[in-house]
Protein backbone atom coordinates (compact mmCIF):
# COMPACT_ATOMS: atom_id res chain seq x y z
CA UNK A 1 0.00 0.00 0.00
CA UNK A 2 2.75 2.18 1.07
CA UNK A 3 4.17 1.65 -2.29
CA UNK A 4 1.60 2.54 -4.50
CA UNK A 5 0.70 6.10 -2.33
CA UNK A 6 4.58 7.01 -2.97
CA UNK A 7 4.00 6.43 -6.97
CA UNK A 8 0.64 8.09 -6.68
CA UNK A 9 2.24 11.35 -4.92
CA UNK A 10 5.39 11.26 -7.82
CA UNK A 11 2.67 11.11 -10.50
CA UNK A 12 0.80 14.44 -9.52
CA UNK A 13 4.38 15.90 -9.49
CA UNK A 14 4.42 15.42 -13.24
CA UNK A 15 0.71 16.81 -14.21
CA UNK A 16 1.95 20.33 -14.39
CA UNK A 17 -0.65 22.28 -16.61
CA UNK A 18 -2.87 19.28 -17.96
CA UNK A 19 -5.97 18.63 -17.04
CA UNK A 20 -5.69 14.99 -15.65
CA UNK A 21 -6.92 13.37 -12.54
CA UNK A 22 -5.15 11.24 -10.62
CA UNK A 23 -6.61 8.24 -8.63
CA UNK A 24 -5.52 5.51 -6.98
CA UNK A 25 -7.17 2.25 -8.08
CA UNK A 26 -4.69 -0.34 -6.29
CA UNK A 27 -7.75 -1.93 -4.75
CA UNK A 28 -9.43 -2.38 -8.03
CA UNK A 29 -6.67 -3.70 -9.92
CA UNK A 30 -3.80 -5.85 -9.85
CA UNK A 31 -0.29 -6.62 -12.02
CA UNK A 32 0.08 -10.15 -13.05
CA UNK A 33 3.58 -11.72 -14.51
CA UNK A 34 3.72 -14.14 -16.93
CA UNK A 35 7.30 -15.70 -17.02
CA UNK A 36 8.87 -18.72 -18.02
CA UNK A 37 12.16 -20.51 -19.71
CA UNK A 38 9.78 -21.76 -22.70
CA UNK A 39 7.48 -18.75 -22.47
CA UNK A 40 10.41 -16.00 -23.94
CA UNK A 41 10.93 -18.70 -26.49
CA UNK A 42 8.12 -18.18 -28.05
CA UNK A 43 7.58 -16.23 -31.48
CA UNK A 44 4.94 -13.10 -31.58
CA UNK A 45 2.57 -15.08 -34.48
CA UNK A 46 0.80 -18.22 -33.54
CA UNK A 47 1.31 -19.07 -30.06
CA UNK A 48 1.28 -15.57 -28.78
CA UNK A 49 -1.52 -13.76 -29.97
CA UNK A 50 -2.74 -11.90 -28.00
CA UNK A 51 0.33 -10.53 -25.95
CA UNK A 52 2.20 -10.13 -29.16
CA UNK A 53 -0.06 -7.81 -30.30
CA UNK A 54 0.76 -4.62 -28.21
CA UNK A 55 3.59 -3.11 -25.92
CA UNK A 56 6.96 -2.37 -26.09
CA UNK A 57 9.17 -4.68 -27.91
CA UNK A 58 6.43 -6.16 -30.16
CA UNK A 59 4.91 -5.82 -33.12
CA UNK A 60 2.57 -2.64 -33.49
CA UNK A 61 -0.71 -3.63 -34.06
CA UNK A 62 -3.17 -0.39 -34.47
CA UNK A 63 -6.01 -2.19 -33.61
CA UNK A 64 -5.16 -4.91 -30.71
CA UNK A 65 -4.01 -1.27 -29.11
CA UNK A 66 -7.21 0.65 -29.62
CA UNK A 67 -8.27 -2.48 -27.56
CA UNK A 68 -5.79 -2.93 -25.26
CA UNK A 69 -7.03 0.78 -23.81
CA UNK A 70 -9.50 -1.07 -20.97
CA UNK A 71 -12.69 -2.87 -20.42
CA UNK A 72 -14.36 -4.78 -17.97
CA UNK A 73 -11.78 -7.27 -17.79
CA UNK A 74 -9.04 -4.79 -17.78
CA UNK A 75 -5.85 -4.74 -20.09
CA UNK A 76 -4.38 -7.01 -21.98
CA UNK A 77 -0.73 -8.45 -22.06
CA UNK A 78 2.27 -6.80 -22.77
CA UNK A 79 6.01 -7.71 -23.68
CA UNK A 80 8.02 -6.49 -20.97
CA UNK A 81 10.34 -4.31 -22.41
CA UNK A 82 13.67 -5.42 -20.04
CA UNK A 83 14.33 -8.95 -21.43
CA UNK A 84 12.74 -11.49 -23.37
CA UNK A 85 13.04 -14.06 -20.41
CA UNK A 86 10.92 -11.61 -18.16
CA UNK A 87 7.79 -13.20 -20.51
CA UNK A 88 4.65 -10.76 -20.24
CA UNK A 89 2.80 -8.07 -17.92
CA UNK A 90 -0.43 -6.80 -17.89
CA UNK A 91 -2.99 -5.46 -15.33
CA UNK A 92 -6.17 -7.05 -14.80
CA UNK A 93 -8.93 -6.16 -12.40
CA UNK A 94 -8.86 -7.75 -8.67
CA UNK A 95 -10.44 -11.12 -8.64
CA UNK A 96 -10.60 -11.70 -12.57
CA UNK A 97 -8.23 -14.11 -13.43
CA UNK A 98 -6.65 -12.87 -16.94
CA UNK A 99 -6.51 -14.65 -20.15
CA UNK A 100 -3.56 -17.33 -21.10
CA UNK A 101 -3.80 -17.64 -17.50
CA UNK A 102 -3.76 -21.46 -16.20
CA UNK A 103 -4.91 -22.13 -13.38
CA UNK A 104 -2.47 -25.09 -12.26
CA UNK A 105 0.28 -22.73 -13.19
CA UNK A 106 -0.31 -19.66 -11.20
CA UNK A 107 2.48 -19.43 -8.90
CA UNK A 108 3.49 -17.05 -5.51
CA UNK A 109 4.93 -13.69 -6.05
CA UNK A 110 7.99 -14.68 -4.46
CA UNK A 111 8.82 -17.16 -7.09
CA UNK A 112 8.92 -14.72 -9.65
CA UNK A 113 11.27 -12.47 -7.46
CA UNK A 114 13.63 -15.85 -7.39
CA UNK A 115 13.49 -16.14 -11.41
CA UNK A 116 14.17 -12.55 -11.56
CA UNK A 117 16.71 -12.37 -9.22
CA UNK A 118 18.50 -15.69 -11.05
CA UNK A 119 18.62 -13.37 -14.52
CA UNK A 120 20.27 -10.34 -12.41
CA UNK A 121 17.33 -7.65 -12.73
CA UNK A 122 16.60 -5.17 -9.75
CA UNK A 123 13.41 -3.38 -9.54
CA UNK A 124 11.76 -1.05 -7.46
CA UNK A 125 13.38 1.81 -4.83
CA UNK A 126 13.68 -1.29 -2.54
CA UNK A 127 16.81 -2.55 -4.96
CA UNK A 128 17.70 0.35 -6.82
CA UNK A 129 18.09 3.20 -4.04
CA UNK A 130 16.67 6.54 -5.11
CA UNK A 131 19.33 8.92 -5.45
CA UNK A 132 22.11 6.93 -4.60
CA UNK A 133 22.06 4.03 -7.53
CA UNK A 134 24.05 4.95 -10.49
CA UNK A 135 22.13 3.38 -13.36
CA UNK A 136 24.88 1.96 -15.47
CA UNK A 137 25.71 -0.28 -12.33
CA UNK A 138 22.69 -1.35 -11.80
CA UNK A 139 22.52 -2.47 -15.94
CA UNK A 140 19.92 -0.23 -16.71
CA UNK A 141 21.63 0.49 -20.32
CA UNK A 142 20.90 -3.40 -21.21
CA UNK A 143 17.26 -3.10 -19.65
CA UNK A 144 15.93 -0.95 -22.26
CA UNK A 145 15.89 1.94 -19.81
CA UNK A 146 18.00 4.30 -20.67
CA UNK A 147 18.40 7.01 -23.78
CA UNK A 148 21.63 7.98 -25.22
CA UNK A 149 19.87 10.04 -27.49
CA UNK A 150 17.18 11.57 -25.68
CA UNK A 151 17.39 14.85 -22.90
CA UNK A 152 17.29 16.31 -20.34
CA UNK A 153 17.47 14.51 -17.45
CA UNK A 154 18.80 14.80 -13.92
CA UNK A 155 22.27 13.00 -14.14
CA UNK A 156 22.52 12.26 -17.53
CA UNK A 157 25.61 14.17 -18.04
CA UNK A 158 27.40 11.71 -15.68
CA UNK A 159 25.48 8.56 -17.28
CA UNK A 160 26.73 9.38 -20.58
CA UNK A 161 29.98 10.17 -19.81
CA UNK A 162 30.72 6.98 -18.17
CA UNK A 163 28.92 4.95 -21.06
CA UNK A 164 31.14 6.52 -23.56
CA UNK A 165 34.32 5.91 -21.91
CA UNK A 166 33.24 2.12 -21.43
CA UNK A 167 35.02 1.64 -17.53
CA UNK A 168 32.42 0.38 -15.08
CA UNK A 169 34.26 -1.50 -12.54
CA UNK A 170 31.39 -2.06 -10.13
CA UNK A 171 28.00 -3.82 -11.28
CA UNK A 172 24.77 -5.48 -10.42
CA UNK A 173 25.37 -9.34 -10.21
CA UNK A 174 23.59 -12.61 -9.38
CA UNK A 175 24.28 -14.13 -6.15
CA UNK A 176 24.28 -17.72 -4.55
CA UNK A 177 25.31 -18.59 -1.33
CA UNK A 178 26.96 -21.66 -0.92
CA UNK A 179 29.01 -23.56 2.11
CA UNK A 180 32.39 -24.61 2.03
CA UNK A 181 31.16 -28.03 0.37
CA UNK A 182 28.91 -25.94 -2.47
CA UNK A 183 26.14 -26.60 -0.89
CA UNK A 184 23.13 -23.91 -1.43
CA UNK A 185 22.66 -22.33 2.45
CA UNK A 186 18.63 -21.18 3.16
CA UNK A 187 18.16 -17.78 4.75
CA UNK A 188 21.47 -16.95 5.88
CA UNK A 189 21.87 -13.59 4.24
CA UNK A 190 20.45 -10.44 4.28
CA UNK A 191 20.63 -7.16 2.22
CA UNK A 192 23.35 -4.74 3.33
CA UNK A 193 25.64 -7.70 3.89
CA UNK A 194 29.43 -6.96 2.81
CA UNK A 195 30.80 -9.24 0.34
CA UNK A 196 34.54 -9.64 1.25
CA UNK A 197 37.98 -11.38 -0.22
CA UNK A 198 38.93 -13.72 3.58
CA UNK A 199 42.32 -13.91 1.85
CA UNK A 200 42.70 -10.12 1.94
CA UNK A 201 39.76 -8.70 4.16
CA UNK A 202 39.04 -6.55 0.92
CA UNK A 203 35.37 -5.11 0.55
CA UNK A 204 34.49 -6.48 -2.83
CA UNK A 205 30.82 -4.97 -2.32
CA UNK A 206 27.53 -5.26 -0.96
CA UNK A 207 24.37 -7.61 -1.54
CA UNK A 208 21.14 -5.56 -2.01
CA UNK A 209 18.59 -8.13 -2.09
CA UNK A 210 18.60 -11.52 -0.81
CA UNK A 211 15.95 -14.53 -1.18
CA UNK A 212 16.71 -18.05 0.16
CA UNK A 213 20.07 -19.36 -1.56
CA UNK A 214 19.89 -16.00 -3.75
CA UNK A 215 20.49 -12.73 -4.03
CA UNK A 216 21.90 -9.78 -6.12
CA UNK A 217 24.61 -7.61 -5.08
CA UNK A 218 26.50 -4.47 -6.11
CA UNK A 219 30.22 -5.90 -7.03
CA UNK A 220 33.53 -5.26 -8.12
CA UNK A 221 33.81 -7.29 -11.67
CA UNK A 222 37.32 -8.28 -11.14
CA UNK A 223 37.51 -9.46 -8.13
CA UNK A 224 33.87 -11.38 -8.21
CA UNK A 225 34.71 -13.33 -11.09
CA UNK A 226 38.33 -14.20 -10.51
CA UNK A 227 37.60 -15.03 -7.31
CA UNK A 228 33.53 -16.45 -7.43
CA UNK A 229 33.32 -19.03 -4.85
CA UNK A 230 35.57 -17.71 -2.62
CA UNK A 231 33.99 -14.17 -1.41
CA UNK A 232 32.19 -14.67 1.56
CA UNK A 233 30.02 -12.77 3.96
CA UNK A 234 31.20 -10.61 6.39
CA UNK A 235 30.72 -12.03 9.81
CA UNK A 236 29.60 -15.09 8.62
CA UNK A 237 32.35 -16.13 6.74
CA UNK A 238 31.33 -19.88 6.55
CA UNK A 239 28.77 -18.63 3.82
CA UNK A 240 30.54 -18.43 0.57
CA UNK A 241 29.32 -16.19 -2.22
CA UNK A 242 29.34 -17.21 -6.03
CA UNK A 243 29.04 -14.55 -8.62
CA UNK A 244 27.12 -15.58 -12.10
CA UNK A 245 27.12 -14.14 -14.96
CA UNK A 246 23.71 -13.70 -16.82
CA UNK A 247 23.15 -14.95 -20.29
CA UNK A 248 22.20 -11.80 -21.26
CA UNK A 249 24.70 -9.30 -20.72
CA UNK A 250 25.93 -8.03 -23.84
CA UNK A 251 30.19 -9.14 -24.63
CA UNK A 252 31.31 -5.73 -24.56
CA UNK A 253 30.60 -5.80 -20.20
CA UNK A 254 32.97 -8.32 -20.17
CA UNK A 255 36.11 -6.84 -21.68
CA UNK A 256 37.21 -4.49 -18.98
CA UNK A 257 37.19 -7.58 -15.95
Known sequence: MLREMIICRATVLYRLRSKVDIEHVGKDFCCWQRYGGELSDKSSSVEE????????????????????????????????????????????????????????KETSEENYLLWRLEQGVAEGPNEIPKGEAIPLEYNLAGLNAISFDKGCYVGQELVARTHHRGVIRKRLLP?????????????????????????????????????????????????AFKKSGELAIQGCEDVKVESIKPKWWPAEWFQNE
Do not use: H
Request: proline letters at 7%; glycine letters at 16%; hydrophobic letters at 30%.
Open 175 to 223: LKFVDDNGKEVEQKVAPGSTVVDPSSGKKIGTVTTALGSRGLGLLRLEE
Open 49 to 104: PESAGVGWGGNVDSSAMSSSQGSEGGWQWFKDPRLDCLGFRGIFATGTPPPLVEAD
